[in-house]
């Protein structure tokens, strides 16, 4: 297990040399003269070939890709992703206080649909098909099929507006004392849209998972042992069941921030998401290549602490990789 | 001043023009953002606070932003700048003007005298920056004769606005001279700008663009420093100054500052106008339109300014709330490139007549704005016939112009933007509608990352661009509509109808002058003017004293700071 | 079953754009300027003017075609990679493999916006976008599956009867690896229409004034709109929410059909 483990962790940094090869590609990609998005057009139009050339030559744009890549790659391995344009600020610190932002929401949202998706999960296994199961299957269907933000927009009109229980967005009440009363409930709204896509997927996981449990012959042994059928549930089958659904849980990252994109900006939420919708709103594109590498090291290091959470719940295993 | 009663609207039609330079509003790009300033007010003409109001209070200020304002060096401001919002709390200019364009205001200037192509500027005694030192003519120097116009500082073109008007501002900043000779302070409190031509408000208009900055704080850094450095950066934006402090004479004093959420500021117990009464004072940046209108709705926000139009009839039934519409200086339009398909004159004047602004102004407006008469609206003088004719809808003539100017109809017209805001494709829409109705198609010229590219650098390759557009404060302030060289050659005669008009002190031979010019530029076309931006700004009836007459367009005495306080 | 024939009509609806509307999607009505539903425009105007009945169901040929596409590139792509992946093993495999990892290391709509951003938003960035990044799942299922048959019996006679690799692959192997990719593929369809409203909403999906379902919805980014005009913004919401539940349920019915081992009862 531990070398499975070890081979794990190594394996990480051909995927992280992988990860920063694609990001500087997409840089490379993009069409435009990158001094012109960096200096005022007006001051551009003043500029002569000239200081056009020096300007190039002092972001080291005269280079080829190549080796552009790896003056980026040594200089980010050293934390210095660059400076953002637009924030006048080095992409890490932007990216840390975005991530600090971001986070509370993320967690929030991890709990809540963890909790709410796998409990959910469970009641609708044990009565498949039965009124409550089509009710939770369809609301796990809905919260597949809303698109995140929309599901925002209602939440703000109904509970922060109609029913004037929550604040509308932003991390605090502007100008109120800090008190973690005050970011609590600033975080609840965004946390529980953007937790409710993600419950719905988790609902139906642990319940396909739970159902097929359930139908093994080992379970058909317990039960025919005498023992009573929520006994055998919780027993036996719940452990086997929510294996996969740690798996599922690990790889929910990506997409909570995805979904961050989308809830952040309906929120006025300033955390990583907002962070990377501004940048491709002002090109700003070094943010928006550190923002890339940053939230793919996080999904590498999640998926990292999966892999080691389901070898702890399963001992049976003893992966063989390809 | 009086307070606007409930639920009725100011219209101030002043729309004196704004000194909006075209270059700060294009780089806000599709959705044209000139932006409203703040600016202080010396103490000494606003009235005493009632004594019923509860004196102090937490006021909290929202305005739409994409993205944040960079940093706290707010050393000049355009349209489309991010500081603009920000600046008239924390520092002052010379001198300021009243919100409806007819008075200049005197700031860090008590007064000043023109004496032959002399400005002299008596600058206000015990003056205190937040940090306690005194402000004297010293700083005045710094800031026009290093700062702005430093060869070092390539990224500002707040030179522009000097360069062949005051004495030796171009050989300083083309980096031929040590220093600006037309600049000198003859004692502490005096300053004096040698002209290159006797100017009048034209001059005092540029100076409302220059916050005056700390010279005993930014001369610290050293100038070779100031420039950009290896990471692309400018060197004085990246400085304690530029990201923490902010430190300048206003009213106010920034205590906490986060780029992009908040910026917090606390009274100046020593400004000169007086202590401001308010506690604290909250700017909050709001990226979505409808987080904003959200924001006002529950009190969260007591003052936004620039709220989305649509929301503008559900603001109307709100009972704590009033609103202030007041457009400012700026219009949307489309700026013409005439190198290509658009050279013909006749051409252009049918496209213009294709426009049923008025139908625009209500359709995609809400009938928060009007639509636009002339290319030119400049003080009390009014549209001229002759300038409005163009912007009448008259789509046979439109036809009929296009034909003769040789409008070819199977060439569809590229209309140029960086990239496609969904908050104004209806009103494309609607423009496109009504030129495909004269036979004109269209298409959509999406530039994206390569807008500074297509717009700066031959060839040129784009038709018609849409932003936000300049009226012009002053016919001075009109001139980069003649002569940037973005939208095609240079129009020597609209320059020349300048150069004559902004030495003009007569009144009368101001309005002919000024009419005349706003004829020509309306005939011209080289800018499709469609509509004023609108500007609908709601205030929480909290808020007290607010005297809020906030303008889309340039800086203005426009929030009686020192007075402005919330009821309980 | 529902869901089926509900995906039938709005399927048979985009087909018949032209037939089933009176008025032509981008045209403006005058007069109708966010005007309600009435006789001749049965669910009204939308910002502009335009009818939205139309609007919705030429939107719903946009978004159902960039779903499509969107899908169609990434079962390509999953379908190569995951087989060159399985049934050769080894090397191939190994770098393949790498490969998707690093891909699925990404979150995928950070990454969609990004590269919209840079080359430019309009329907067929959006459509290879979505495309080119959505494949790594499949392709690990078409590995999976292809390990699995690999070792079956018949392939195993078919090689030793010298038959060729492409014809293993082609007659033998696929067929049996096409199943789950339908299901995976059905998902990814609802998927991909929903990263579009999603990138609509953000300015980067398909360009108006070509409606498409997501940005059609941002007419519900005011909340003047949203509160006292349903028409312009529950259309293409239900529209999205409806037929990405359709969409859904009809994938799970092929995968319960396919797979007799989930099937229960």
Known sequence: MSRYLLRRILLIFPLLLGVTIINYAIYALAPGDPVSAMIDPYELSHMTDEDLQAAREALGLNKPIPVRYLIWLSKAIQGNLGYSIWFNTPVFEVMLRALGNSMPVMILALIVSTVAGITLGIVSALKPYSLIDSVLTTFAFAGVAVPGFFFALLLIYAVAIRMDILPTGGVTTPGAPPSLGDRLAHILLPGLALAYETTGSLLRYTRASLLEVLHQDYMTTARAKGLVNHMVVLRHGLRNALLPVITILGLRLPSLFGGAVLIETVFNYPGIGLTMVQATEMRDYPLLMGGVLITAILVLLSNLMADMAYTVADPRIRYEES | MKRLASRTISRRQFLKGGALAAAGGLLAACAPAASPAPADAPAAESEPATASDRMGGTLVFGYPQKTSYQDLLAVEHNAGNRRYYLIGLTHNCLVNISTDYTQWIPELAESWEFDGNRAIFNLRQGVKWHDGEPFTSADVLFTFGRLIGHPNVRQWNGVRHFKGIVVGMTEFSEGEADEVIGLSAPDDHTFVFEMTNPYRAAFLEKLLNFAIMPKHLLGQIPEEQWGIDEQGQQGLKNTEYAKKQGIGTGPFRVTNYIPDQIVEYEPFDDYFGGKPQLDKLVFVPYTDQLAMAAAVEKGECHIAIRTPQSEYERFQTMDHVDIVLNHGPSAFAWYHNIRYVLADVRVRQGLSLALNRDQIAKDFFFGTVEGAKASLEYGDYGISPDAAQWFEYNPQRARQLLEEGGWDFDYTFRLGMSSLSPTYEPLYAILREMWDAVGVKTEFHIMAAEYTNILNNPPHDFDTLFSGYGWGLTPGGFIHNFTDPRWGPADEKGVAMIDELILLDDEAALREGALGLQEYASELQRHCVIAQVPGIHVVNKRVQNGDVVPVYGPRTHWIDWVNVHMSA | ???????????????????????????????????????????????????????????????????????????????????????????????????????????????????????????????????????????????????????????????????????????????????????????????????????????LGVLPPTPSWGNMLNGAQSIFILERMWWIWLPPGLAILLTVLAINFVGDGLRDALDPHMSLD
């Open chain 3, 1 to 203: 079953m529902a869901g089926l024939i509900f995906l039938l009509i709005v399927v048979s609806c985009a087909l018949a754009a032209p037939w089933v509307t009176r008025y032509p999607p981008t045209k403006i009505q005058s007069g109708q300027t966010r005007a309600a539903p009435s006789r001749e425009h049965i669910l009204g105007g939308d910002v502009a003017g335009r009818d939205i009945w139309s609007r919705v169901v030429y939107g719903g040929r946009v978004s159902l075609s960039v779903g499509l596409v969107a899908v169609s590139i990434s079962i390509a792509i999953a379908l190569i990679l995951g087989s060159l992946s399985g049934y050769y093993g080894g090397a191939v495999d190994m770098i393949i493999m790498r490969i998707t990892d690093i891909m699925m290391v990404f979150p995928s709509l950070i990454l969609i916006m990004t590269v919209v951003a840079v080359l430019g938003p309009s329907i067929y960035n959006v459509m290879a976008v979505i495309g080119f990044i959505g494949w790594t799942s499949s392709a690990r299922l078409v590995r999976g599956q292809i390990l699995s048959v690999r070792e079956w019996d018949f392939v195993m006679a078919a090689r030793c009867l010298g038959v060729q690799d492409q014809r293993i692959m082609f007659r033998h192997i696929l067929p049996h690896v096409l199943g789950p990719l339908l299901v995976a593929a059905t998902f990814g369809v609802a998927s991909a229409i929903l990263t579009e409203a999603g990138l609509s909403f953000l300015g």
